[in-house]
């Protein structure tokens, strides 16, 4: 089945520095969206991203849709102790229900 | 509801024993889905509604997992005789439509602990 490899599985920064994190399939997706979830809470969207190529910010979040529609980046910048939590890309699949398949996840921990 | 709302927020259970785990979608949305969420995983996902019927089951686990719907609104996650492999969060999602524009709306999820 369509699976989505995300990296790095965790990570520690201080703040105010910038973090890259990415998704990457062996299958095409039609929609990526990436998701941050907070503790005891579900996931909250944070940018969607619907063509190949596109760049979209919402914020300081900035993502891609990887031109080869298997891959897709996100970057935060100027990081604050706020943005701790576990960020999900998911990419919708391109047939049956189309259903998202959701990544295992980046784990923040930003240090004051 | 102005959110996806699930019930109970938390489950313990002893082993052997039936749970349900209710989901209210937001009002008007027609796609439902129930995803799982083992300790320190990502998103599995288990079941998808369109209206009351479930065209996708693939992701339910085993036989001792069924979920329904009515009313195109409230659906019920039941799980049968539970075992400790069965412990995790249960997250439910929906959305307008199945390829809606801008991904579902999660709930905040059933923390179920079999014991």
């Known amino acids: 089945g369509q699976q989505l490899n995300q990296s790095p599985q965790s990570m520690f920064i201080q703040e105010g520095e910038d973090v890259s994190m990415n998704c990457t399939s062996s299958?095409?997706?039609?929609?990526w969206l990436w998701y941050k979830q907070d503790p005891g809470e579900g996931p909250v969207l944070l940018i969607a991203?619907?063509?190949?190529?596109e760049l979209t910010s919402n914020g300081r979040l900035t993502a891609q849709f990887g031109i080869t529609r298997k891959d897709s980046f996100l970057n935060i910048s100027a990081s604050i102790p706020s943005d701790v939590g576990i960020y999900f890309c998911?990419?919708?699949?391109?047939?049956?229900?189309?259903?998202?398949?959701f990544g295992t996840g980046t784990r923040l921990k930003v240090l004051a | 509801g102005a959110g996806v709302s699930q019930s109970p927020s938390n489950k313990v259970t002893e082993k052997g024993k039936d749970v349900e785990l209710r989901c209210d979608p937001i009002?008007?949305?027609?796609?439902l889905y129930w995803y799982r969420q083992r300790l320190g995983q990502g998103l599995e996902f288990l079941i998808y509604?369109?209206?009351?019927?479930?065209?996708?089951k693939s992701g339910l686990p085993s036989d001792r997992f069924s979920a329904e719907r009515t009313g195109e609104s409230v659906s019920t996650l039941t799980i049968q005789r539970t075992q400790q492999e069965d412990s995790a969060v249960y997250l439910c999602?929906?959305?307008?439509?199945?390829?809606?524009?801008?991904?579902?709306?999660f709930g905040s999820g059933t923390r179920l602990t079999v014991v």
């Open positions: 299958s095409i997706f039609n929609t």
């Open positions: 999602a929906s959305s307008l439509d199945r390829g809606q524009v801008g991904g579902y709306t």
């Open positions: 509604f369109q209206g009351n019927s479930a065209p996708d």
């Open positions: 991203l619907y063509k190949a190529g």
């Open positions: 998911a990419g919708q699949s391109t047939s049956g229900t189309y259903k998202y398949i």
């Open positions: 009002s008007g949305h027609t796609a």
